[in-house]
């Protein structure tokens, strides 16, 4: 079993900075993540991929947030991390971290992002 802790959700006017962290966590033996990313949950609508990144460092980005976002992991310390600049009203959603181990999806609780003046 797989845990996904994220942090550093919160409101933040249009235009500014967040940084999103999730920390995995599995008890007993040591454990190999395929995939890990993040994926959002605006109110009414369905949860949407927002970024992924391999275990080699292979990037996905929702063509909504190109250029504006940046995923990184670090392998050893089984992390992931979105840094999110320029955000918009559109950004405003509960967002998950998201890991595939060997076939398993897991999946954070989730934290909000509140973009609003």
């Known amino acids: 079993q797989v845990q996904l802790v994220e942090s550093g959700g919160g409101l933040v006017q249009p235009g500014g900075s967040l940084r999103l962290s999730c920390a995995a966590s599995?008890?007993?033996?040591?454990?190999?993540?395929?995939?890990m990313g993040w994926y959002r949950q605006a109110p009414g609508k369905e949860r949407e991929l927002v970024a992924s990144?391999?275990?080699?460092?292979?990037?996905n980005y929702a063509d909504s947030v190109k250029d504006r976002f940046t995923i990184s992991r670090d392998n050893a310390k089984n992390t992931v991390t979105l840094e999110m600049n320029s955000l918009k009203s559109d950004d405003t959603a509960v967002y998950y971290c998201?890991?595939?181990?060997?076939?398993?999806?897991?999946w954070g609780k989730g934290t909000q992002v509140t973009v609003s003046s």
């Open positions: 990144i391999t275990k080699s460092g292979s990037t």
């Open positions: 998201h890991a595939l181990v060997f076939g398993m999806n897991y």
């Open positions: 599995a008890s007993g033996s040591i454990f190999s993540i395929n995939v």
